[in-house]
């Protein structure tokens, strides 16, 4: 038996369900960026500075204002695309505890086992036993996929799995596992979660 490892770039996304946030004082700004763990002084920043404008043009005796809230709102709603873009984050595996590393690896391994079909790979079909997810490595954010085959790959054999991996991580199987919301799995409330099996960046890699 012969074994061929393979490195798969990892990414995981956290995005917020603006259904459930309500912004509607400064108040729930503190929660919000509690909960989410983000700064938003930006947006107290404004709402301090256009307060304080108001308040000066409230002395003109013609000048018909508005109140708190009012001002506090329209910064709400000016700001919210910011405010969204601020609480969806993309992390790598290193970023997140160990355990929900886990998780998401234990949930992939299964999903690409049920749905990557080694018949479609199109190479000296006898040789080749299994195509498994079997390890991570949490610091390089990779996956590592293990090919096992009958017999010793040439490199153009080798050179066909890698690209033949490429695409069933990022246009087959890949695409559509990447749009599963897993945040149930990692027990996640108001977050959507998606593993993303490549990167733009980084390619899958040949190891040993």
């Given at each position: 038996?012969?074994?061929?490892?393979?490195?798969?770039?990892?990414?995981?996304?956290?995005?917020?369900?603006?259904?459930?946030?309500?912004?509607?004082c400064l108040d729930d700004i503190e929660e919000v960026e509690d909960k989410y763990d983000i700064d938003l002084d930006f947006i107290v920043d404004e709402y301090e500075y256009k307060l304080s404008?108001?308040?000066?043009?409230?002395?003109?005796?013609?000048y018909y204002g508005m109140d708190e809230d009012d001002i506090f709102n329209d910064i709400i709603s000016e700001n919210w695309n910011k405010i969204v873009k601020k609480l969806n984050k993309e992390f790598k595996l290193d970023d997140l505890e160990t355990e929900e590393v886990e998780k998401l690896f234990m949930i992939t391994k299964e999903d690409f086992e049920k749905n990557v079909i080694i018949k479609e790979l199109k190479i000296n079909d006898y040789k080749i036993n299994s195509i498994v997810l079997n390890s991570f490595n949490k610091t390089k954010s990779e996956f590592y996929v293990n090919v096992e085959s009958e017999e010793k790959l040439f490199k153009?054999?080798?050179?066909?799995?890698?690209?033949?991996?490429e695409v069933q991580t990022s246009e087959n199987w890949g695409?559509?596992?990447s749009k599963i919301d897993l945040s149930d799995k990692l027990r996640k409330e108001d977050t959507y979660v998606y593993l993303i099996p490549w990167s733009l960046k980084k390619d899958v890699k040949y190891i040993k």
């Open positions: 038996m012969e074994n061929y490892k393979f490195s798969v770039p990892v990414r995981v996304n956290y995005i917020a369900d603006e259904s459930t946030i309500s912004i509607e404008v108001e308040r000066d043009s409230s002395e003109d005796e013609d153009e054999e080798i050179d066909i799995i890698r690209n033949w991996i695409e559509d596992f």
